[in-house]
């Protein structure tokens, strides 16, 4: 097997880094939330593929079947995944707000330190 | 019922109370429910905590035995916790209704059931015995706060909500990598069921990947000095009543996690195995020093006390790396008093911007004979968080200087008071400006702030001396957690 048993997890490694490097790296507030659906995917995966046993069945009870996958990683992740549109939404949702109170979503022009905290917005 | 099936409903009720909140009419009845809400978590809380100290009170949801359901678990460390968190929302809560009525005038039904989602969230992350149901209820609160922060009047309130959405949410998942991988290298999620199955596999590179991931998601939670950048503009920005509450109790229920997964969790062999006491001792004391200083040189004085927040963090850091009972007890007893401390000092400069319209340093000139009484609980309090004997933050402040020279450490002596100098300098500040310097001319006159702001305030300032003078419930219950977290299996 060598590396490429390990496959899920590099595809993993990759995805996690992708998203990482966008939400770090990218000053446009709508790639920092695409880059961090990115990062959170790579994570279920992590979890979904821990799951799965080779040669295992559905998690359904029937008769013939002795191996199953273990369905708890995909409902812990079922959780998640609802976390992560909450958060996505929320963050979207922002920079909406960020949007017409600045009239950008770039970081390089916004103020470095949000330092505005005495004019009110409205 | 009994105290184990009275306990989860410190979390349930307010999680129920809060969609019907969303739906009230009008402000007073969404702030009654949210009132009544935490009034009764606090109840609960003060009802488990005694039971709780002698014998883990522990509750299975839907009769599903612990390593397979999810279960519910109290012990003298987070019973500390959850109601230190109950209690101050009972207490913020009458002073928010006002402040809250000024900054968000429409929609408060929305804005109480965010509320309560958050404090909710925060005390199912402190009962809960699961490692996944930490992370649910870690989004909960998160998630709402990110919306309380945006619903600040500042314009920039937004863009400091969506920072710290960013870091927060990769802090969360940062925490869910390593739970995934402790959950891959042992099958559980139940964190006593952990801490068995743990040891046989330390010595893999998943587990030592797993605690340092985790360390670093929460550290973003409970603003870990270089992972601190969100909290200015977020408690800056923010509503005042939610400044004042995340400060009092958020990050606090993050350090208690970190306190949790590291020592019950992880324990205390393979944290020291891992350079987790000399990573956290440098953190501590940079922790405490940089950003005391970035405290002196604001003029906004919300961001002054949220650097000095920072900064505090930096104290229970350092008190917790020291892995010893007394270091551990120092950590748990600051996290309770900085929590009162900070809550009124932000209390005393948000009952200013409520009667001023702002928190420039300008503005509290001569403020000291304008609103006497706000200016003097001001001072009290920070001379609380100087660490002035007979407050609170001198015991804290006393504990880990003693478990400092116990391991003759005194380099965090050293900083410890160089910390406690630089907090003279920047409550100095404010104090000057409002006792020492004339009104600006031209200002209209300010008056004294009503009782319904300056009530809670003054409770909290004679908590502050309070706790400061007797400590049996803060000091001692502080040790038997310290002895709990380090015993392993209370």
Same mark, same amino acid.
């Given at each position: 097997?060598?590396?490429?048993?390990?496959?899920?997890?590099?595809?993993?490694?990759?995805?996690?880094?992708?998203?990482?490097?966008?939400?770090?790296?990218?000053?446009?507030?709508?790639?920092?939330?695409?880059?961090?659906?990115?990062?959170?995917?790579?994570?279920?995966?992590?979890?979904?593929?821990?799951?799965?046993?080779?040669? =295992?069945?559905?998690?359904?009870?029937? %008769?013939?079947?002795?191996?199953?996958?273990?369905?708890?990683?995909?409902?812990?992740?079922?959780?998640?995944?609802?976390?992560?549109?909450?958060?996505?939404?929320? =963050?979207?949702?922002?920079?909406?707000?960020?949007?017409?109170?600045? =009239?950008?979503? %770039?970081?390089? %022009?916004?103020?470095?330190?949000?330092?505005?905290?005495?004019?009110?917005?409205? | 019922? #009994?105290?184990?099936?009275?306990?989860?409903?410190? /979390?349930?009720?307010?999680?129920?109370?809060?969609?019907?909140?969303?739906?009230?009419?009008?402000?007073?009845?969404?702030?009654?429910?949210?009132?009544?809400?935490?009034?009764?978590?606090?109840?609960?809380?003060?009802?488990?905590?005694?039971?709780?100290?002698?014998?883990?009170?522990?509750?299975?949801?839907?009769?599903?035995?612990?390593?397979?359901?999810?279960?519910?678990?109290?012990?003298?460390?987070?019973?500390?916790?959850?109601?230190? /968190?109950? !209690?101050?929302?009972?207490?913020?809560?009458?002073?928010?209704?006002?402040?809250?009525?000024?900054?968000?005038?429409?929609?408060?039904?929305?804005?109480?059931?965010?509320?309560?989602?958050?404090?909710?969230?925060?005390?199912?992350?402190?009962?809960?015995?699961?490692?996944?149901?930490?992370?649910?209820?870690?989004?909960?609160?998160?998630?709402?706060?990110?919306?309380?922060?945006?619903?600040?009047?500042?314009?920039?309130?937004?863009?400091?909500?969506?920072?710290?959405?960013?870091?927060? #949410?990769?802090?969360?998942?940062?925490?869910?990598?390593?739970?995934?991988?402790?959950?891959? &290298?042992?099958?559980?999620?139940? &964190?006593?069921?952990?801490?068995?199955?743990?040891?046989?596999?330390?010595?893999?590179?998943?587990?030592?990947?797993?605690?340092?991931?985790?360390?670093?998601?929460?550290?973003?939670?409970?603003?870990?000095?270089?992972?601190?950048?969100?909290?200015?503009?977020?408690?800056?920005?923010?509503?005042?009543?939610?400044?004042?509450?995340?400060?009092?109790?958020?990050? *606090?229920?993050? !350090?208690? /996690?970190?306190?949790?997964?590291?020592?019950?969790?992880?324990?205390?062999?393979?944290?020291?195995? &891992?350079?987790?006491?000399?990573?956290?001792?440098?953190?501590?004391?940079?922790?405490?020093?940089?950003?005391?200083?970035?405290?002196?040189?604001?003029?906004?004085? *919300?961001?002054?006390?949220?650097?000095?927040?920072?900064?505090?963090?930096?104290?229970?850091?350092?008190?917790?790396?020291?892995?010893?009972?007394?270091?551990?007890?120092?950590?748990?007893?600051?996290?309770?008093?900085?929590?009162?401390? *900070?809550?009124?000092?932000?209390?005393?400069?948000? #009952?200013?911007?409520?009667?001023?319209?702002?928190?420039?340093?300008?503005?509290?000139?001569?403020?000291?004979?304008?609103?006497?009484?706000?200016?003097?609980?001001?001072?009290?309090?920070?001379?609380?968080?100087?660490?002035?004997?007979?407050?609170?933050?001198?015991?804290? *402040?006393?504990?880990?200087?003693?478990?400092?020279?116990?391991?003759?450490?005194?380099?965090?002596?050293?900083?410890?008071?160089?910390?406690?100098?630089?907090?003279?300098?920047?409550?100095?500040? /404010?104090?000057?400006?409002?006792?020492?310097?004339?009104?600006?001319?031209?200002?209209?006159?300010?008056?004294?702030?009503?009782?319904?702001?300056?009530?809670?305030?003054?409770?909290?300032?004679?908590?502050?001396?309070?706790?400061?003078?007797?400590?049996?419930?803060?000091?001692?219950?502080?040790?038997?957690?310290?002895?709990?977290?380090?015993?392993?299996?209370?």
């Amino acid at each position: 097997m060598g590396w490429l048993g390990h496959f899920n997890y590099w595809v993993v490694v990759v995805l996690m880094m992708i998203g990482f490097y966008a939400v770090v790296a990218r000053g446009n507030m709508a790639k920092k939330i695409m880059g961090l659906n990115l990062f959170q995917t790579s994570v279920f995966i992590m979890f979904i593929s821990a799951g799965k046993i080779l040669g =295992g069945s559905t998690p359904i009870l029937r %008769e013939g079947v002795e191996v199953y996958s273990n369905p708890l990683p995909h409902v812990l992740i079922l959780t998640a995944i609802v976390v992560g549109i909450a958060t996505t939404a929320v =963050g979207l949702a922002l920079a909406v707000r960020v949007r017409e109170n600045f =009239g950008s979503i %770039e970081d390089d %022009e916004l103020s470095e330190d949000d330092p505005i905290d005495d004019e009110p917005a409205r | 019922m #009994t105290l184990n099936e009275l306990m989860p409903f410190s /979390v349930l009720v307010p999680l129920i109370a809060a969609p019907i909140c969303a739906l009230l009419p009008g402000r007073f009845l969404p702030w009654l429910l949210a009132m009544l809400a935490t009034l009764c978590s606090a109840v609960i809380m003060a009802q488990v905590l005694p039971a709780a100290i002698d014998e883990p009170i522990r509750y299975a949801f839907g009769q599903w035995a612990p390593p397979i359901g999810i279960e519910f678990r109290t012990d003298a460390v987070n019973g500390f916790i959850g109601l230190l /968190v109950s !209690v101050m929302a009972v207490v913020i809560l009458p002073w928010a209704r006002i402040s809250v009525n000024q900054e968000v005038p429409e929609n408060q039904g929305l804005f109480y059931a965010l509320f309560l989602l958050a404090f909710s969230g925060l005390m199912g992350m402190t009962m809960t015995g699961d490692a996944f149901n930490l992370f649910v209820f870690l989004e909960i609160s998160s998630l709402s706060t990110y919306a309380l922060v945006a619903q600040g009047r500042a314009k920039a309130a937004p863009l400091s909500a969506f920072r710290y959405l960013i870091m927060g #949410t990769l802090g969360a998942t940062f925490y869910l990598i390593g739970v995934g991988l402790i959950y891959i &290298m042992t099958g559980t999620l139940n &964190m006593l069921d952990l801490a068995e199955r743990l040891p046989e596999v330390a010595d893999t590179r998943a587990v030592q990947a797993a605690f340092g991931f985790i360390l670093v998601g929460v550290g973003v939670k409970l603003a870990l000095f270089p992972l601190h950048r969100w909290l200015p503009g977020a408690y800056a920005n923010a509503p005042s009543a939610i400044t004042v509450f995340l400060s009092s109790t958020a990050t *606090k229920v993050a !350090v208690y /996690v970190v306190l949790r997964l590291v020592f019950t969790v992880f324990g205390v062999d393979f944290a020291s195995s &891992m350079p987790y006491g000399e990573i956290f001792f440098i953190l501590g004391l940079v922790g405490i020093l940089l950003p005391s200083v970035w405290a002196i040189e604001q003029d906004n004085v *919300k961001r002054l006390l949220a650097y000095s927040s920072v900064a505090q963090v930096g104290y229970i850091i350092l008190a917790i790396s020291l892995l010893s009972v007394t270091g551990l007890a120092a950590g748990l007893v600051h996290l309770f008093n900085h929590a009162v401390i *900070k809550a009124a000092l932000f209390m005393c400069v948000c #009952t200013v911007i409520y009667q001023t319209g702002s928190a420039r340093i300008e503005a509290f000139q001569g403020l000291g004979r304008q609103m006497p009484l706000t200016m003097l609980a001001f001072v009290l309090a920070g001379l609380s968080l100087i660490g002035v004997p007979l407050t609170a933050g001198f015991i804290s *402040k006393w504990v880990l200087i003693e478990a400092a020279i116990a391991q003759g450490l005194w380099l965090a002596v050293a900083v410890v008071l160089i910390g406690s100098l630089l907090a003279v300098m920047y409550i100095g500040k /404010v104090a000057e400006a409002a006792w020492l310097k004339p009104a600006p001319e031209g200002r209209p006159p300010v008056r004294e702030a009503r009782l319904g702001l300056l009530l809670p305030m003054w409770i909290l300032i004679v908590a502050n001396f309070y706790f400061g003078i007797d400590t049996r419930l803060t000091l001692d219950v502080a040790y038997e957690g310290a002895r709990i977290l380090l015993g392993g299996q209370p």
